[in-house]
Protein backbone atom coordinates (compact mmCIF):
# COMPACT_ATOMS: atom_id res chain seq x y z
CA UNK A 1 0.00 0.00 0.00
CA UNK A 2 1.59 3.21 -0.82
CA UNK A 3 0.94 6.42 1.00
CA UNK A 4 -0.28 9.46 -1.12
CA UNK A 5 -0.58 12.89 -0.61
CA UNK A 6 -3.11 14.98 -3.11
CA UNK A 7 -2.40 18.74 -3.16
CA UNK A 8 -5.22 20.73 -4.62
CA UNK A 9 -5.32 24.28 -3.39
CA UNK A 10 -7.61 25.95 -6.13
CA UNK A 11 -11.39 26.69 -5.08
CA UNK A 12 -14.25 25.26 -4.55
CA UNK A 13 -15.42 23.62 -8.01
CA UNK A 14 -11.66 22.38 -8.44
CA UNK A 15 -12.04 20.96 -4.85
CA UNK A 16 -14.97 18.73 -5.68
CA UNK A 17 -13.46 17.35 -8.87
CA UNK A 18 -10.39 16.32 -7.16
CA UNK A 19 -12.67 13.57 -5.22
CA UNK A 20 -12.37 11.57 -8.42
CA UNK A 21 -8.81 11.20 -7.83
CA UNK A 22 -9.33 10.56 -4.27
CA UNK A 23 -12.02 7.87 -5.75
CA UNK A 24 -9.19 6.01 -7.63
CA UNK A 25 -6.36 6.13 -5.56
CA UNK A 26 -8.37 4.61 -2.67
CA UNK A 27 -9.66 1.90 -5.20
CA UNK A 28 -5.55 1.03 -6.27
CA UNK A 29 -5.60 0.57 -2.24
CA UNK A 30 -3.61 3.67 -1.16
CA UNK A 31 -3.55 5.27 1.91
CA UNK A 32 -4.79 9.03 0.54
CA UNK A 33 -4.21 11.92 2.35
CA UNK A 34 -5.17 15.48 0.97
CA UNK A 35 -4.07 19.29 0.92
CA UNK A 36 -6.49 21.68 0.38
CA UNK A 37 -7.15 25.34 1.03
CA UNK A 38 -9.06 26.31 4.22
CA UNK A 39 -12.94 25.58 3.61
CA UNK A 40 -12.45 23.18 1.20
CA UNK A 41 -11.53 20.83 3.80
CA UNK A 42 -15.15 19.78 4.04
CA UNK A 43 -15.23 17.55 0.84
CA UNK A 44 -12.61 15.57 2.16
CA UNK A 45 -13.61 15.22 6.25
CA UNK A 46 -15.95 12.73 5.43
CA UNK A 47 -14.56 10.96 2.52
CA UNK A 48 -14.41 7.12 3.31
CA UNK A 49 -11.09 6.71 0.59
CA UNK A 50 -9.41 9.89 2.94
CA UNK A 51 -7.18 8.95 5.22
CA UNK A 52 -6.35 12.33 6.38
CA UNK A 53 -6.89 15.79 5.66
CA UNK A 54 -4.23 18.85 5.98
CA UNK A 55 -5.52 22.03 5.38
CA UNK A 56 -3.50 25.66 4.13
CA UNK A 57 -4.91 28.98 5.87
CA UNK A 58 -4.31 31.15 3.01
CA UNK A 59 -4.91 34.04 4.79
CA UNK A 60 -1.93 32.96 6.70
CA UNK A 61 -0.07 32.28 3.29
CA UNK A 62 3.72 31.36 4.15
CA UNK A 63 3.45 31.14 8.48
CA UNK A 64 0.83 28.16 7.20
CA UNK A 65 2.79 27.13 4.18
CA UNK A 66 5.89 26.58 6.32
CA UNK A 67 3.98 24.85 9.17
CA UNK A 68 2.47 22.17 6.89
CA UNK A 69 5.57 21.86 5.13
CA UNK A 70 7.09 20.82 8.34
CA UNK A 71 4.68 18.04 9.28
CA UNK A 72 4.64 16.69 5.52
CA UNK A 73 8.40 16.60 5.53
CA UNK A 74 8.09 13.63 8.32
CA UNK A 75 5.18 11.60 6.87
CA UNK A 76 8.11 11.03 3.79
CA UNK A 77 5.32 9.92 1.40
CA UNK A 78 5.99 6.99 -1.40
CA UNK A 79 4.42 9.52 -4.20
CA UNK A 80 2.85 12.84 -4.44
CA UNK A 81 0.25 14.23 -7.01
CA UNK A 82 0.20 17.86 -7.44
CA UNK A 83 -2.88 19.13 -9.17
CA UNK A 84 -1.87 22.54 -8.77
CA UNK A 85 0.22 24.27 -11.06
CA UNK A 86 1.25 27.77 -9.77
CA UNK A 87 4.56 28.31 -8.00
CA UNK A 88 3.53 28.44 -4.10
CA UNK A 89 2.53 24.55 -4.13
CA UNK A 90 5.08 23.43 -7.04
CA UNK A 91 7.83 24.97 -3.94
CA UNK A 92 5.86 23.27 -1.50
CA UNK A 93 6.04 19.68 -3.50
CA UNK A 94 9.15 20.38 -4.39
CA UNK A 95 11.20 20.44 -0.94
CA UNK A 96 8.31 17.90 0.60
CA UNK A 97 10.14 14.93 0.81
CA UNK A 98 7.59 13.11 -0.90
CA UNK A 99 10.02 9.92 -2.80
CA UNK A 100 8.21 9.97 -6.31
CA UNK A 101 6.30 13.16 -7.52
CA UNK A 102 3.92 13.63 -10.44
CA UNK A 103 2.91 17.03 -11.73
CA UNK A 104 1.98 18.23 -14.68
CA UNK A 105 4.30 19.82 -17.58
CA UNK A 106 2.74 23.48 -17.07
CA UNK A 107 3.62 23.45 -13.60
CA UNK A 108 5.97 26.27 -12.44
CA UNK A 109 9.11 25.17 -11.86
CA UNK A 110 8.24 21.73 -13.55
CA UNK A 111 11.94 21.50 -15.33
CA UNK A 112 13.00 20.61 -11.14
CA UNK A 113 10.40 17.16 -11.44
CA UNK A 114 11.59 14.03 -12.99
CA UNK A 115 8.04 12.64 -13.17
CA UNK A 116 5.56 14.60 -15.78
CA UNK A 117 1.69 14.31 -17.51
CA UNK A 118 0.53 17.06 -20.01
CA UNK A 119 -2.25 19.07 -18.72
CA UNK A 120 -4.34 20.02 -21.73
CA UNK A 121 -6.48 22.57 -22.17
CA UNK A 122 -9.25 24.17 -24.41
CA UNK A 123 -9.85 20.67 -26.69
CA UNK A 124 -12.60 19.42 -24.29
CA UNK A 125 -11.02 17.05 -22.41
CA UNK A 126 -12.72 17.45 -19.08
CA UNK A 127 -10.39 18.03 -15.72
CA UNK A 128 -11.57 14.22 -14.30
CA UNK A 129 -9.61 12.81 -17.23
CA UNK A 130 -6.55 14.92 -16.58
CA UNK A 131 -6.83 13.91 -12.97
CA UNK A 132 -6.84 10.60 -14.13
CA UNK A 133 -4.02 11.57 -15.81
CA UNK A 134 -2.04 12.76 -13.31
CA UNK A 135 -2.44 9.67 -11.26
CA UNK A 136 -1.91 7.40 -14.05
CA UNK A 137 -5.44 5.68 -13.95
CA UNK A 138 -6.44 3.28 -16.67
CA UNK A 139 -9.99 3.69 -16.01
CA UNK A 140 -12.10 6.93 -15.24
CA UNK A 141 -13.72 7.50 -12.00
CA UNK A 142 -16.29 10.34 -11.25
CA UNK A 143 -16.05 12.71 -8.44
CA UNK A 144 -18.26 11.69 -5.53
CA UNK A 145 -19.32 13.86 -2.30
CA UNK A 146 -20.92 12.11 1.13
CA UNK A 147 -23.28 14.04 2.72
CA UNK A 148 -23.71 12.66 6.27
CA UNK A 149 -27.10 11.24 7.45
CA UNK A 150 -27.60 14.77 9.51
CA UNK A 151 -27.13 16.44 6.43
CA UNK A 152 -29.52 13.86 4.52
CA UNK A 153 -32.10 14.65 6.71
CA UNK A 154 -32.26 18.20 7.64
CA UNK A 155 -32.92 18.81 4.35
CA UNK A 156 -35.72 16.86 4.07
CA UNK A 157 -38.43 19.15 5.07
CA UNK A 158 -37.47 21.16 1.73
CA UNK A 159 -37.86 17.47 -0.52
CA UNK A 160 -42.23 16.79 0.42
CA UNK A 161 -42.79 18.23 -2.40
CA UNK A 162 -41.19 18.54 -6.19
CA UNK A 163 -39.07 21.24 -6.72
CA UNK A 164 -36.20 22.76 -8.45
CA UNK A 165 -33.04 24.45 -7.22
CA UNK A 166 -31.49 27.75 -9.02
CA UNK A 167 -27.99 28.84 -7.89
CA UNK A 168 -28.30 32.28 -9.86
CA UNK A 169 -24.75 33.83 -7.92
CA UNK A 170 -20.97 33.48 -9.05
CA UNK A 171 -17.86 35.32 -7.68
CA UNK A 172 -17.71 36.09 -11.52
CA UNK A 173 -19.96 38.51 -13.10
CA UNK A 174 -19.53 37.14 -16.49
CA UNK A 175 -20.14 33.49 -15.64
CA UNK A 176 -23.61 35.02 -13.98
CA UNK A 177 -26.70 34.33 -17.09
CA UNK A 178 -28.59 37.49 -16.75
CA UNK A 179 -31.72 37.83 -14.57
CA UNK A 180 -33.85 37.00 -17.45
CA UNK A 181 -32.48 33.69 -17.86
CA UNK A 182 -33.41 33.32 -14.23
CA UNK A 183 -36.67 34.76 -15.20
CA UNK A 184 -37.46 32.37 -17.25
CA UNK A 185 -36.54 29.31 -15.50
CA UNK A 186 -38.92 30.49 -12.65
CA UNK A 187 -41.91 31.15 -15.09
CA UNK A 188 -41.21 27.82 -16.58
CA UNK A 189 -41.57 26.35 -13.35
CA UNK A 190 -44.78 28.49 -11.61
CA UNK A 191 -46.42 25.31 -10.16
CA UNK A 192 -43.09 24.03 -8.77
CA UNK A 193 -41.40 25.15 -5.62
CA UNK A 194 -38.17 26.59 -6.48
CA UNK A 195 -35.41 27.07 -4.07
CA UNK A 196 -32.64 29.49 -4.65
CA UNK A 197 -29.21 28.44 -3.60
CA UNK A 198 -25.88 30.33 -2.34
CA UNK A 199 -23.95 30.88 0.25
CA UNK A 200 -24.74 33.97 3.08
CA UNK A 201 -23.13 36.11 1.00
CA UNK A 202 -25.53 35.72 -1.53
CA UNK A 203 -28.73 36.09 0.10
CA UNK A 204 -29.28 39.88 -0.31
CA UNK A 205 -28.58 39.27 -4.19
CA UNK A 206 -31.11 36.58 -3.89
CA UNK A 207 -33.65 38.01 -2.35
CA UNK A 208 -33.71 40.68 -4.88
CA UNK A 209 -34.65 38.48 -7.64
CA UNK A 210 -37.08 36.76 -5.03
CA UNK A 211 -38.93 40.17 -4.58
CA UNK A 212 -38.06 41.55 -8.00
CA UNK A 213 -40.67 38.31 -9.59
CA UNK A 214 -42.79 38.27 -7.21
CA UNK A 215 -43.66 34.55 -7.59
CA UNK A 216 -44.98 32.94 -4.13
CA UNK A 217 -43.15 29.39 -4.94
CA UNK A 218 -39.85 30.53 -4.62
CA UNK A 219 -37.89 30.65 -1.60
CA UNK A 220 -34.55 31.86 -0.51
CA UNK A 221 -32.18 29.05 0.92
CA UNK A 222 -29.09 31.07 0.83
CA UNK A 223 -27.43 31.15 3.40
CA UNK A 224 -28.92 28.15 5.04
CA UNK A 225 -27.23 25.12 3.99
CA UNK A 226 -24.09 23.90 4.00
CA UNK A 227 -22.08 23.09 0.83
CA UNK A 228 -22.50 19.24 1.45
CA UNK A 229 -26.39 19.82 2.99
CA UNK A 230 -26.59 21.81 -0.80
CA UNK A 231 -25.32 18.95 -2.54
CA UNK A 232 -27.95 16.22 -0.29
CA UNK A 233 -30.98 18.59 -1.69
CA UNK A 234 -29.50 19.05 -5.19
CA UNK A 235 -30.15 15.20 -5.42
CA UNK A 236 -33.73 15.47 -4.15
CA UNK A 237 -34.43 18.17 -6.97
CA UNK A 238 -36.13 17.53 -10.51
CA UNK A 239 -33.43 19.65 -11.81
CA UNK A 240 -30.81 22.10 -10.90
CA UNK A 241 -29.80 25.14 -13.04
CA UNK A 242 -26.40 26.38 -12.14
CA UNK A 243 -23.82 28.59 -14.10
CA UNK A 244 -19.94 27.23 -14.35
CA UNK A 245 -19.34 27.57 -10.72
CA UNK A 246 -19.43 25.34 -7.71
CA UNK A 247 -23.13 24.23 -7.70
CA UNK A 248 -22.29 22.33 -11.09
CA UNK A 249 -19.77 20.17 -9.50
CA UNK A 250 -21.77 19.92 -6.75
CA UNK A 251 -23.94 17.87 -8.90
CA UNK A 252 -21.72 16.40 -11.07
CA UNK A 253 -20.70 14.63 -7.86
CA UNK A 254 -23.99 13.56 -6.50
CA UNK A 255 -25.02 12.86 -10.12
CA UNK A 256 -27.84 15.31 -9.81
CA UNK A 257 -30.01 16.51 -12.69
CA UNK A 258 -28.24 19.99 -13.89
CA UNK A 259 -28.75 22.53 -16.27
CA UNK A 260 -25.49 24.49 -16.76
CA UNK A 261 -25.70 27.99 -18.33
CA UNK A 262 -22.24 29.00 -19.69
CA UNK A 263 -21.50 32.72 -20.56
CA UNK A 264 -17.83 34.09 -20.69
CA UNK A 265 -16.36 30.30 -20.30
CA UNK A 266 -17.11 27.50 -22.59
CA UNK A 267 -17.54 23.49 -21.76
CA UNK A 268 -14.45 22.94 -24.24
CA UNK A 269 -12.18 24.01 -21.04
CA UNK A 270 -13.34 20.78 -19.26
CA UNK A 271 -15.23 21.49 -16.28
CA UNK A 272 -18.84 20.80 -17.77
CA UNK A 273 -21.24 18.76 -16.08
CA UNK A 274 -20.93 14.78 -15.53
CA UNK A 275 -24.49 13.85 -14.11
CA UNK A 276 -26.68 11.54 -16.12
CA UNK A 277 -29.06 13.76 -16.63
CA UNK A 278 -27.17 17.04 -17.93
CA UNK A 279 -27.64 19.91 -20.15
CA UNK A 280 -25.63 22.67 -21.38
CA UNK A 281 -27.06 26.13 -22.36
CA UNK A 282 -25.21 28.49 -23.87
CA UNK A 283 -25.00 31.46 -26.62
CA UNK A 284 -25.95 30.37 -30.11
CA UNK A 285 -23.72 33.19 -31.94
CA UNK A 286 -20.80 33.26 -32.82
CA UNK A 287 -18.57 35.49 -30.78
CA UNK A 288 -14.86 36.07 -31.78
CA UNK A 289 -14.00 37.35 -27.42
CA UNK A 290 -15.44 34.02 -26.35
CA UNK A 291 -13.95 32.38 -24.00
CA UNK A 292 -12.48 35.98 -22.93
CA UNK A 293 -10.34 33.93 -20.17
CA UNK A 294 -9.70 30.63 -18.47
CA UNK A 295 -11.92 32.38 -16.12
CA UNK A 296 -14.51 34.61 -15.35
CA UNK A 297 -13.98 38.38 -15.18
CA UNK A 298 -15.50 41.43 -13.19
CA UNK A 299 -17.23 42.72 -16.21
CA UNK A 300 -17.43 42.23 -19.85
CA UNK A 301 -14.37 43.43 -21.54
CA UNK A 302 -16.55 44.64 -24.09
CA UNK A 303 -19.48 45.95 -22.28
CA UNK A 304 -22.35 44.35 -23.87
CA UNK A 305 -21.86 41.05 -22.35
CA UNK A 306 -23.27 39.32 -25.85
CA UNK A 307 -22.30 35.64 -24.39
CA UNK A 308 -24.89 36.12 -21.94
CA UNK A 309 -27.57 36.09 -24.52
CA UNK A 310 -28.90 32.58 -23.95
CA UNK A 311 -32.61 31.54 -24.73
CA UNK A 312 -34.09 29.44 -22.24
CA UNK A 313 -37.24 27.26 -23.23
CA UNK A 314 -38.43 25.08 -21.05
Request: charged content about 20%; proline content about 4%; some cysteine.
Amino acid sequence: MKKALLIQTAFIGDAILTTAAVEALAQRGDQVHVLVRKGNEVFFNAHPGVHKVWVWDKKNKWKSWWFLLQQIRKEEFDVLYLVQRYFTMSLFALFSKSKVKWVYYQSVLAIFFEHLVPYVMASGKHEVDRLMDLIQSDKRHLPKLYPSVEDQKLVEKWTQTDFITMSPASVWETKRAPEYVWKAVAEAHSGTTIYLLGGPGDAAFLSKFQKGWGFGNVQVLAGQLTLLQSAALMKQAKMNFVNDSGPLHLCSAMNAPVTAFFCSTVPDFGFGPLSSNSLVLETIEELPCRPCGLHGKKSCPRGDFACGQINFKA
